[in-house]
């Protein structure tokens, strides 16, 4: 009940407007050309973690860690927010409950937002961090895991990193990934109107100005369109009332005939994100979550 009251005030909220249309991302574009939002974690978080912040070319890179012990396992966390919005609250809770119970050391990119950061410029990057982490501290203890847009990121790093070295994290978590930037899969337009957050207008407009020059089909933009071949084991939490969880149903079929191990959570009735939200089924998908990366730090 409390699951379905939260996709019934985010319905009533307007929430989903902010993707509601092409003209309504590139407001949305514009006003944070004007004012960048700040990816600043909350000041509560080093409270609990030891936070610091470095720079990999012009992005600024958080490193978020448990304090006063060493941390048992290392992630990688690529936020969402359709490649156009920075890192908010519900983000930074995750990482908070990575680093408190996981005693994970979180890697957080605030990668550059498209337009200006497009598929072709962040990838690339974002495969360096994953290869440098993977260096670093082994394989064995490297979770890769991306929310939304930040999951098609992930994924597509985890793909590039592979054809460049064979190299994969022990595991890759994609909350709600968003993987298929054309938008065009036919069972989105049944599925939409259930959808409290999101709209294909505002999604496919996000995409164009992500893809850049490249088309919205090119792996390096949609991953879904890549092999999952030699990947590292998924692990793939979705919605029914999320107009992508059609990205994570083709995904399961994909990897499957690819060879590759997928763990895959449907949630009925739940929205965009939910594994980031206050809600039961929430809470059990972060657990989930916990759990992997406590066994990724035993290998």
């Known amino acids: 009940m409390r699951s379905r009251a939260l996709s019934a005030a985010l319905m009533a909220a307007g929430r989903r407007k902010r ?70 609250r519900p983000h930074w809770s995750l990482i908070r409950t990575l680093v408190t119970r996981a005693q994970a050391r979180c890697v957080v990119p605030a990668y550059i937002l498209a ?38 990121l992930a994924l597509a790093a985890a793909q590039r990193l592979r054809d460049r070295t064979g190299a994969q994290p022990s595991r890759i978590v994609l909350i709600s990934p968003w993987l298929d930037l054309t938008v065009s899969h036919p069972d989105q337009a049944a599925i939409e109107p259930a959808d409290p957050m999101l709209a294909r207008p505002g999604l496919v407009e996000a995409g164009r100005l992500y893809a850049g020059t490249l088309a919205a089909d090119d792996p390096l933009v949609s991953p879904l369109h890549g092999s999952f071949a030699g990947l590292a084991p998924l692990t ?44 039961p089924e929430g809470r059990e998908a972060r657990d989930r979550i916990v759990d992997l990366i406590r066994t990724a730090a035993d290998h």
């Open 236 to 279: 793939v939490f979705t919605g029914t009332r999320d107009v992508l969880t059609t990205d994570s149903r083709e995904l399961l079929r994909r990897a499957v005939a690819d060879g590759t191990d997928v763990d895959f959570h449907e949630a009925p009735g739940l929205p965009h994100g939910y594994p980031l939200l206050p809600v």
């Open 115 to 152: 337009p200006r950061g497009t598929a072709d410029r962040t990838v690339p990057v974002a495969t360096d961090l994953l290869s440098g982490l993977i260096a670093s501290g082994g394989a064995g203890g490297t979770v890769l895991l991306g929310d939304s847009a930040g999951a098609g």
């Open 19 to 88: 993707f509601g249309s092409a003209e309504a991302v590139q407001a949305r574009v514009a006003r944070s050309a004007r004012r960048p939002a700040s990816h600043l974690p909350p000041r509560s978080l080093g409270k609990v973690a030891e936070v610091s912040r470095t720079f990999v070319g012009a992005w600024p890179v958080y490193d978020v860690s448990p304090r006063g012990t060493e941390p048992a396992a290392q992630v990688l966390y690529i936020h969402g927010g359709g490649y156009i919005n920075e890192l908010v």
